[in-house]
């Protein structure tokens, strides 16, 4: 653990370099000349012709939704600089029908692998940390329920496109500072951008640094089998301290060669060092209870991204655009299990994973409302990993664990799309995708090669009841699906940390895991329906259903069976081609001006702001019986309520947002459930603004843990009565911004 302390060490001084500017603070002026911050999207314009130029300067995100070909939801900076958060993760579990679990964002109540992330349009890279992402780097997150052809169609929940920033038009300088409640200090944050325009050529340089030192409380309930076979129950209650830092740099620079060529060079470069420690309390409460040890981790991350993207307009109806990529990530972790203070298991390891992409499309205009595109992705990936596992120092399946492991992917995909807007009133999308994976795996004791294909046809049709299209009807028929990841696929095992010892067995809550090289991917056929009413005063309802059919179900499955790497029968989980599914739900929201929302209950003068969504959901698994049979992890319904208020005579906006989930059980096979409790979450903020260009934020979030997760437990019990049981829950955050224009 030699590492820790120097590594706090680098840290601790960043808190010091953003108190001093904090505690200056210019005089406030008047709420007249503050501007409207916090106050919703700007009212719709009338339609003249002077104002419709000021559309196309100034389009909201409310404007750009209902523009949009296919059903999209859009948040821009309003919605992104709101709470003065300091990553991602903390913006999406605000947003409508998104949740954030332990696998980063959900959507639909799916788990991880059902929700499409997307950087600029392109697939996340393997290894990057969204809750090391700064808002402050971000332009826009557009939210798609439905995939389109020229983006990958591994989308059955749906997609979170996260656009980053483009160079400024204009020499930019912004600065914001940050503080936010640690353990036992201050945690310091800092965002910079500078960009430049000088003829041809603009750029832009963001910069992040950020800290963390968070500390969690875990609680961890079993009953089951101890040590000596017999019946056992004990709690385990412990601190966890979680701390670290890092930074991100994301240098952009766009190049006019000429009227139809531009070319943009975009990069970015993260990396950070992380830390936990976790010291438990035991409380036996019958027999002999395998227990959890203390835990002592740290590790590292860095990710490395370089993209190039050229456009050539070669003619008045026809252009393309060609994407080369290169990407690389980096990792190493050293956790080590403790028994009395001292060391009883390790695992040290870490990997890299390096990758090539090319893209591109040729688009046609065949008039003013009708385009066709077609395109090509391809993307190749290299992956290594290293991990060796000892216990008392000596090494854990020495012919699985430290053996070098290696895996090649290869992604190609072909599409071709036609937009057309038939009459004023309708709007038809078609799209064809075939995309093809290809993995192959590499040890010294087992190899795995997997390969997947899919076509995935397209559908998206509006209609706008008027031209205009204040009320329209979208509707989706489409086909989506979720490939195996590596981590799947690979046959290597893992020993249940409580049971390291080959010669004795394991429980069925405590298994040990492996791979499984012959997954097939997911496929789903989805059906979307939404009917979105937008206000004259720039505000918004909609009410959509949605319905997925789902083959090849993946599920880890829990069985007793003879393996290699044990002497004796040892309970094993493995992913598995398990049923298939169904799952369909309702999704409500509204938001806007409260006296456009509702004219009979609030005066026109108020310069409140109300936002709410409310999202029911059902599925069943064919292959389990009921009620709980749904698919994992999703819940019957998640509501989110939010309001902004500009108070009157002060340059102030306070503001907050409610977010609820039920308990709920899951029936993950024939003698499995798990139990989620319910969660919720509030945010709160106030918002002064002194003057044009500095302005100060104060934001309070209660019910969620660092970068995202709500605080709740899970317990999985099995049909003879053992249980498991845990719980994580952290105290409330504070965070306190001052936002410099320079």
């Given at each position: ?13 960043l808190?010091l370099?953003?108190a001093?500017?904090?505690?200056l603070?210019?005089a ?21 012709s ?8 100034r ?8 523009t ?7 948040y821009?900076?309003?919605e ?5 958060d300091?990553?991602a ?7 409508p ?19 499409q ?10 290894g990057?940390?969204l809750?090391?992402?700064s808002p402050a ?5 557009e939210?798609?329920?439905?995939p ?6 591994q989308a ?14 204009r ?10 409640n ?5 945690m310091?944050n800092?965002?910079?951008?500078l960009?430049e ?12 640094l950020?800290e ?6 875990n ?10 076979g ?9 601190d966890?301290l979680v ?10 620079m766009?190049?006019?060669i ?17 830390n ?17 040890d203390?835990q ?7 990710n490395?991204r ?5 456009v050539?307009?070669?003619?008045p109806?026809?252009s393309i ?8 990530s ?7 299990n403790?028994?009395?203070g001292a ?15 090319l893209?591109?499309?040729y ?10 595109t ?19 120092g000596?090494p854990?399946l020495p012919d699985f ?8 992917v290869?992604r ?7 937009e ?5 009133q ?7 995708r075939?995309?093809?994976i290809r993995t192959?795996?590499?040890?010294t004791?087992?190899t ?7 076509l ?6 509006t209609y706008?009841?008027d031209?205009?299209?204040?009320d ?8 989506s699906?979720?490939?195996?990841g ?18 004795a067995?394991n429980t ?7 791979g499984?090289p012959a997954?097939?991917p997911?496929l ?5 329906i ?11 309802w ?6 997925r ?18 002497t ?11 049923s ?13 001006r ?8 609030v ?17 069943k ?7 709980d ?5 999703q ?20 503001g907050?947002?409610?977010?609820l ?6 029936q ?8 989620r409790?319910?969660?919720h ?7 002064w603004?002194f003057?044009?260009g ?8 209660e019910?969620a ?11 999985t ?5 053992d249980?498991?049981?845990?719980e994580?829950k952290t ?10 224009r320079l």
């Amino acid at each position: 653990m030699s590492i820790v302390r120097p590594l706090v060490a680098q840290a601790g001084p960043l808190w010091l370099l953003v108190a001093g500017p904090l505690a200056l603070l210019a005089a406030p002026t008047s709420a007249q000349d503050a501007p409207g911050l916090g106050q919703g999207d700007p009212p719709a314009a009338q339609p003249t012709s002077s104002q419709r130029i000021e559309i196309t300067a100034r389009q909201s995100t409310t404007e750009l939704r209902r523009t949009s070909r296919v059903a999209k939801q859009i948040y821009g900076r309003e919605e992104l600089d709101k709470y003065g958060d300091t990553n991602a993760l903390d913006v999406m579990r605000r947003l409508p029908g998104v949740n954030v679990g332990a696998g980063g964002p959900r959507m639909r109540g799916l788990g991880a692998g059902y929700t499409q992330i997307l950087i600029n349009g392109d697939p996340m890279p393997p290894g990057f940390a969204l809750d090391q992402l700064s808002p402050a780097q971000i332009e826009r997150i557009e939210v798609l329920r439905a995939p389109t052809a020229d983006q990958s169609a591994q989308a059955i929940a749906g997609t979170i496109n996260i656009i980053l920033k483009e160079p400024p038009r204009r020499s930019q300088r912004d600065l914001r500072l940050g503080l936010s409640n640690g353990t036992d200090r201050p945690m310091g944050n800092l965002n910079l951008t500078l960009g430049e325009s000088k003829g041809a050529l603009a750029g832009s340089l963001p910069v992040s640094l950020f800290e963390w030192r968070r500390e969690n409380r875990n609680s961890i309930e079993r009953q089951m089998p101890g040590t000596d076979g017999a019946p056992a129950r004990a709690r385990q209650t412990g601190d966890q301290l979680v701390w670290g830092w890092g930074y991100n740099l994301a240098p952009r620079m766009n190049w006019k060669i000429n009227d139809e060529q531009t070319l943009s060079l975009a990069t970015f470069l993260q990396k950070g060092y992380w830390n936990n420690r976790t010291a438990f309390e035991t409380q036996v409460l019958a027999g002999n209870p395998v227990l959890d040890d203390d835990q002592a981790q740290f590790g590292t991350w860095q990710n490395r991204r370089l993209n190039l993207n050229w456009v050539n307009r070669f003619h008045p109806d026809q252009s393309i655009e060609v994407r080369s990529g290169l990407q690389q990530s980096r990792w190493t972790f050293d956790a080590t299990n403790l028994r009395q203070g001292a060391e009883y298991q390790r695992a040290i390891g870490g990997g890299d994973d390096d990758g090539v992409t090319l893209a591109g499309k040729y688009s046609l205009l065949l008039g003013e409302a009708h385009g066709l595109t077609a395109g090509w992705d391809l993307e190749s990936r290299e992956r290594t990993e290293r991990r060796t596992v000892t216990q008392q120092g000596q090494p854990v399946l020495p012919d699985f664990e430290g053996q070098p492991f290696d895996a090649r992917v290869r992604r190609q995909a072909f599409y071709a799309q036609d937009e057309w807007e038939i009459s004023p009133q309708w709007q038809l999308y078609l799209g064809l995708r075939h995309e093809r994976i290809r993995t192959d795996s590499r040890g010294t004791t087992d190899t795995a090669n997997n390969s997947s294909s899919v076509l995935s046809p397209l559908l998206h049709l509006t209609y706008k009841f008027d031209p205009k299209g204040r009320d329209m009807v979208r509707a989706s028929l489409t086909r989506s699906y979720r490939a195996p990841g590596i981590g799947t696929l690979l046959a290597r095992p893992s020993l249940a940390s409580q049971y390291t010892d080959t010669d004795a067995p394991n429980t069925e809550l405590a298994p040990d895991r492996v791979g499984n090289p012959a997954l097939e991917p997911e496929l789903a056929t989805g059906l979307d329906i939404a009917f979105e009413k937008y206000l004259p005063g720039g505000g918004m309802w909609s009410v959509g259903l949605f319905h997925r059919r789902i083959t090849d179900l993946i599920r880890n499955v829990t069985t007793l069976r003879t393996v290699p790497w044990a002497t004796v029968p040892r309970w094993v989980s493995q992913p598995q081609n398990f049923s298939s599914a169904t799952t369909s739900g309702i999704e409500l929201e509204a938001k806007g001006r409260a006296a456009e929302l509702m004219p009979a209950l609030v005066d026109k003068a108020s310069a409140l702001n109300l936002r709410a969504s409310v999202n029911l959901y059902r599925s069943k698994v064919d292959a389990l019986p009921g009620p709980d049979n749904r698919l994992d992890g999703q819940q019957p319904w998640t509501a989110t309520f939010g309001f902004d208020q500009r108070i009157a005579g002060l340059p102030l906006t306070v503001g907050g947002s409610l977010s609820l989930n039920p308990t709920y059980d899951t029936q993950l096979t024939l003698d499995q459930t798990q139990r989620r409790s319910r969660t919720h979450t509030v945010d709160l903020y106030g918002l002064w603004v002194f003057r044009q260009g500095l302005s100060m934020r104060l934001a309070v979030a209660e019910g969620a843990q660092p970068f995202g997760p709500p605080n709740g437990y899970v317990t999985t019990l099995l049909t003879n009565g053992d249980f498991t049981r845990n719980e994580r829950k952290t105290g409330p955050q504070v965070n306190l911004s001052l936002d410099f224009r320079l």
